[in-house]
């Protein structure tokens, strides 16, 4: 069975940092581009970050560039998420992604940044 597992969200204040992780199994994780979106109470579902395979390639919105970092260990089959100088704006839940003939989400982790 095809699954993603995100954890690591948390309550933090502005400022702070955070990692949030997420797990594949049931299938080849090394051959798919993997994902990072948000969505935040009242609104769509946004892109946040992606990797290639190989991590050769990443991309940011525009929200997040210089602020999160997104990695991967494929031995592990582990996407991260390295979320830095979090600000109010950045509340959302935090699904990872991936697409095989369909698009594949997890069940998503909270992340709440509030003094």
């Known amino acids: 069975q095809v699954q993603l597992m995100e954890s690591g969200g948390g309550l933090v204040q502005p400022g702070e940092s955070l990692r949030l992780s997420c797990t594949g199994s049931g299938f080849i994780f090394s051959r798919y581009t993997m994902y990072w979106y948000r969505q935040a109470p009242g609104k769509e579902r946004d892109f946040v970050a992606f990797?290639?395979?190989?991590?050769?390639?990443?991309h940011y919105s525009d929200s997040v560039k210089g602020r999160f970092t997104i990695s991967r260990d494929n031995a592990r089959k582990m996407v991260y998420l390295q979320m830095s100088r979090l600000e109010p704006e950045d509340t959302a839940i935090y699904y990872c992604?991936?697409?095989?003939?369909?698009?594949?989400w997890g069940q998503g982790t909270q992340v709440t940044v509030s003094s």
């Open positions: 990797i290639t395979e190989n991590a050769d390639t990443l």
């Open positions: 992604n991936f697409f095989d003939e369909k698009e594949i």
